[in-house]
């Protein structure tokens, strides 16, 4: 006999927009719940309660055959290529696998339309019948895009997907989603850990700690004026590669992140916060506009 000893809310009490032929960033320590809010939001994990709204329709109360339309609009990338494709699969079928699921095409057609979107994310012909362990990190992640992008979907989540690439690789690739995006005015929710390349690619970046946004902001303004303290530990981390730049002073955050199991009482950073108050400790922050667009959970700041 099993017994419910507690829940996990993996992911509470988030508001974030993506707009059209936009780029939202969302970034966190791992654990936090990025993955499981970018999984949800494209019903690969059902949500518990609150409203995922795509092109206006209400999409958390969809039946499967509704769900399935859907599935061409919303697509996703996940972080480690070699993992998310089928190793028993050549390139075609993995891209062939999409189309058929959705269009009625000839084997030729197929072909074409597999190497159509191939060349497309950059690789050749010579790799449609190739295997994934026949192939890179970075071509791997390449044909993972091109099978996200079969049917012109207008969203998709990226889930760290430069994280497991050589950092050449890296701008390539960040390159590509961004030319993509112009040629499909595609939409995107980029999840990092990294600030660096979530502020490059990002036109507006949410940060989470432990379930909740803390901070949303416009990417340029993050670097000039976060407010909330998480996100300026978070800034202080990232190393300056210029040796004639003076060195900047490091804020090391201190404590261990929160079990989502049991999160303290308030707001979920005040353990680890040097600016926490007896307030901070008994009552949790709403996200408020501080400025034009620019949304803050911390009594501090408000």
């Known amino acids: 006999m099993f017994r419910v ?4 809310k993996a992911v509470d009490e988030v508001d974030l ?8 960033g969302l970034i966190g320590e791992s654990g936090c719940g990025k993955t499981t809010l970018g999984k949800t939001i494209i019903r690969l994990i059902e949500p518990t309660d609150g409203k995922i709204s795509f092109d206006g329709v209400e999409i958390t109360e969809l039946k499967k055959k509704e769900l399935r339309e859907l599935r061409k609009n919303m697509r996703i990338v996940f972080q480690d290529p070699f993992s998310s494709l089928d190793p028993r699969m050549c390139v075609r079928d993995q891209i062939a696998e999409g189309i058929m699921a959705f269009v009625h095409m000839s084997e030729e057609q197929i072909n074409e339309e597999a190497l159509k979107l191939l060349k497309l994310v950059g690789l050749k012909e010579e790799h449609l ?8 990190g970075g071509q791997n992640q390449r044909v993972a895009i091109a099978r996200a992008i079969t049917l012109n979907p207008k ?8 994280s497991a690439l050589d950092v050449s690789v890296q701008a390539q690739i ?10 499909f005015n595609l939409s ?15 036109d507006e970046v949410s940060v989470m700690y432990v379930g909740n946004i803390v901070e949303r902001v416009k990417a340029a303004e993050m670097w000039k004026g976060a407010l909330h303290p998480y996100t300026q530990f978070l800034l202080s981390a990232i190393p300056i590669p210029e040796l004639d730049v003076k060195k900047k002073e490091r804020r090391l955050l201190k404590g261990e992140v929160p079990s989502p199991v049991n999160p303290p009482r308030g707001c979920r950073f005040h353990p680890r916060c040097p600016h926490a108050t007896d307030l901070c400790k008994t009552k949790k922050p709403e996200l408020i506009e501080i400025k034009h667009k620019h949304f803050v959970a911390c009594h501090e700041a408000v």
């Open 174 to 183: 960040l390159e590509l989603l961004k030319d993509l995006q112009d040629k």
């Open 188 to 202: 995107y929710l980029f999840i990092s850990h990294d600030l660096s390349v979530v502020g490059y690619i990002s």
């Open 5 to 8: 000893a507690g829940y996990v």
């Open 17 to 24: 927009d993506v707009g059209v032929k936009s780029t939202h």
């Open 155 to 162: 969203f998709m989540v990226l889930d760290e997907p430069t």
């Open 129 to 136: 019948w190739r295997y994934p362990h026949e192939l890179s």
